[in-house]
């Protein structure tokens, strides 16, 4: 049945349409004389209406974000302020159109935007009540206010879009008038009803359908469509969620009866409709990182770095509000970028589910070489804004009142955020080793590396390392197997403390704390010695992304969480550079840090803390994680790292395909030492990640480095 009223088959003409038209715009100036004084006579207003009505033609609503699986498919979670999300005319029933005219604008297909009779009918109302009684807005005038209210860009122009004046009611009929020549009544139709409020914050129509009846508009019955469409008028005081549907019930059947006399329904088929009960199925919609279900908890991390990757990317605004304002929307479709095979085995290797009642958070971050995407973030935590029953801090110096971060937290401990991150030990002296490299030094540089060393160069500091073991003469691959602090502090001499935070820098390690920052500025970082133990924070999302540039023959490219964002168009989002060239916001952004050469000669001593052979030299006899290479199956490499008293531990490993990062540390209390005994769950936590994530997958070798650089 077609949606225009039967009443209409008679029609009038357009001359007497164009009278009454006119009689209206009579009728108006009449009943609003403000207006007919200082606005549709006024240039100024005339020339500002003239611009919000072009704004109107290209408007579109605010519209939900979504964020994805890796499939595609599965929705995860969304993001809104105004849960919306647009559909055609053609994927809403019939019903609904029919409904929304007949309860909001029963002459919508006769008129051109403003209803002569409507406005005589409000005149001779507010003529009698001295007042505003009663409204005149079609459904045409009803949508050039809700688009002016979301098109606004300040407070006034929200304010102005919706103040009851006669000023604001003229410059809406003038503006429904323009709309009407240049858009078609569907279009108006379909813009209005993705628009329009119905209560529990559901704007639009697929919105309504989902909250109050877990449907899409396509399916919505009679009955349905004639509740939703009463609740325009009034969504608080005819909302059927109430617990007494009188009024409800009672607008409903207003709305049956409308559709009945413009000939939708048939009298018989309304009274069945106005005899059945509002029979509601309410959805409360998934809003943010914390609404993922249960079964994706763990991703609850790797969501909450995508609102702080979001959050830093031009593309989206010039600042952090603007940007997250886009993000709640602008209907955007965002595919996250875990490999859910990898993302598994990360969550069971960290005791994610098992193990989350521990003051010390194990956490792990799996990157991919040459694209920098993401591909697991887990932590032994539950993601939860819920902290009531976490107990209190082991910080002793905060507030008794502080809640500790375990079971439940929703703090970005795996990078990402504004937290520091934990001390990263001996994982540093990668640094200082690749940029030697670069520059020129080859493999076999050899020192002398005595238990403690003075260091002239750092003001006398005085240095030792872990065991009497590691004394004696080492190389690049034999210090960085068994992690000689002596022979990098000497390395560092050669090369300049300097270059090696450089390095750090340009491979996407951040310093957040005032002592990191004041000692990596220029003026002190010459002689910042213990840069090479360590002694700065880190997060495990810089050291993985970090170290997958080594495995990618020294191309670092940016962390990123997506595999991608498209507009509610369908297309790709998009930024400019620098040099005005457009690109796609989620594709990898990589750039060659150091040449190949050195990357792969880092990475030939690098398998020496693994157990694995180096292409080229010797580790010495033994090495500080020796069973990495048993347990991965396969060539790989990295470093054990820990600080003081063993206050935190760390392992980096990767392979040419995945690089993993894993700590063990109190966010909470940094001097809360996790002891000996724990310095090998995080080089369990990589090793068995990278062997569960790559089981399956064919093995990759390594590329040696040339034998220029072995020296």
Not at 431 to 458: E, H, I, K, N, Q
Not at 462 to 484: D, E, L
Not at 629 to 653: E, L, N
């Amino acid at each position: 049945m077609s949606n225009r009223p039967l009443a209409a088959a008679a029609g009038r003409s357009v001359p007497l349409l164009r009278a009454g038209l006119i009689a209206g715009i009579v009728l108006a100036a009449v009943a609003y004389p403000l207006a007919a004084v200082t606005g549709l006579g006024a240039k100024a207003t005339a020339h500002a209406v003239e611009h919000k009505t072009n704004i109107l033609r290209t408007a579109m609503p605010a519209e939900t974000s979504y964020l994805y699986a890796p499939d595609g498919k599965t929705i995860l979670t969304m993001f809104y302020e105004e849960y919306r999300q647009y559909t055609k005319l053609s994927d809403m029933s019939p019903n609904i159109q029919q409904a929304i005219v007949a309860a909001e604008d029963n002459r919508f297909y006769q008129h051109r935007g403003v209803d002569p009779k409507g406005v005589a009918r409000a005149f001779v109302a507010n003529t009698r009540s001295s007042g505003v009684s009663q409204g005149a807005s079609t459904l045409t005038m009803q949508y050039v206010r809700m688009a002016l209210r979301d098109s606004a860009q300040t407070p006034q122009e929200v304010q102005e879009a919706i103040q009851q004046t006669s000023l604001r009611k003229v410059k809406e009929m003038r503006m429904a008038l323009d709309i009407e020549k240049e858009l078609t009544k569907d279009q108006i139709l379909e813009r209005y009803l993705n628009s329009a409020y119905f209560g529990h914050r559901a704007y639009g129509i697929y919105a309504a359908s989902q909250i109050f009846f877990s449907k899409t508009p396509a399916t919505l019955t009679p009955v349905e469509a004639a509740t939703l469409a009463g609740l325009v008028k009034s969504p608080s005081e005819y909302d059927p969620l109430s617990s007494d549907q009188k009024e409800a019930t009672g607008r409903r059947n207003y709305v049956l009866d409308k559709m009945t006399q413009l000939g939708y329904l048939s009298p018989d088929a309304a009274a069945v409709a106005k005899s059945e009960p509002i029979r509601t199925r309410p959805t409360t919609p998934a809003n943010d990182c914390a609404a993922i279900s249960s079964a994706y908890n763990a991703w609850g991390f790797a969501c909450d770095y995508v609102k702080n990757w979001w959050s830093a990317q031009p593309a989206f605004g010039e600042n952090r509000l603007e940007r997250m304002d886009k993000l709640r929307r602008g209907g955007y479709r965002i595919v996250l970028s875990l490999d859910p095979k990898v993302q598994a085995a990360a969550e069971k290797n960290v005791g994610a589910k098992d193990r989350v009642d521990s003051p010390f958070a194990n956490g792990i971050v799996v990157a991919e070489p040459g694209t920098g995407r993401i591909k697991a973030m887990a932590v032994n935590r539950t993601y939860s804004l819920d902290v009531g029953e976490n107990g209190p801090s082991s910080n002793p110096e905060a507030d008794p009142k502080t809640k500790a971060n375990y079971p439940n937290t929703v703090a970005p401990l795996l990078g990402g955020g504004t937290l520091p991150g934990y001390q990263a030990g001996s994982t540093f002296k990668m640094f200082p080793m690749l940029a030697a490299l670069d520059a020129g030094m080859p493999l076999s540089t050899a020192f002398d590396s005595p238990y403690r060393y003075r260091s002239a160069v750092y003001d006398g500091w005085a240095p030792s390392n872990a065991s009497g073991a590691m004394t004696g003469r080492q190389t690049m691959w034999s210090g960085f197997g068994k992690s000689v602090n002596t022979y990098f502090v000497q390395l560092e001499e050669k090369i300049g403390a300097d270059r090696g935070v450089h390095l750090a820098e340009q491979l996407g390690l951040r310093w957040r704390t005032d002592v990191d920052k004041e000692q990596a500025s220029p003026a002190k970082a010459k002689k910042w010695g213990a840069f090479t133990l360590g002694v700065s924070d880190a997060t495990p999302l810089e050291m993985a992304n970090a170290y997958a540039a080594i495995a990618a023959d020294g191309r670092y490219c940016e962390a990123m969480p997506v595999n991608s964002i498209t507009n509610r168009d369908g297309t790709p989002a998009t930024y400019k550079t620098a040099g005005g060239i457009e690109r796609e916001v989620a594709k990898p952004r990589c750039r060659q840090v150091v040449n190949a050469d050195a990357a792969r000669a880092a990475t030939d001593a690098a398998r020496c803390p693994t157990g694995d052979t180096p292409a080229k030299g010797s580790c010495g006899g033994w090495s500080t994680a020796d069973s990495v290479r048993r347990t991965v199956g396969r060539p790989v490499a990295g470093k054990t790292g820990t600080t003081d008293s063993t206050r935190s531990a760390w392992f980096v490993g990767y392979t040419p395909e995945l690089a993993a990062a894993s700590f063990i540390a109190d966010p909470d209390n940094p001097f809360n030492a996790v002891g000996d005994g724990q310095s090998q769950v995080p080089v369990n936590a990589v090793a068995q990640t990278l062997r569960d994530g790559l089981k399956g997958t064919p093995t990759r070798q390594f590329i040696p480095p040339s034998d220029a650089i072995v020296g």
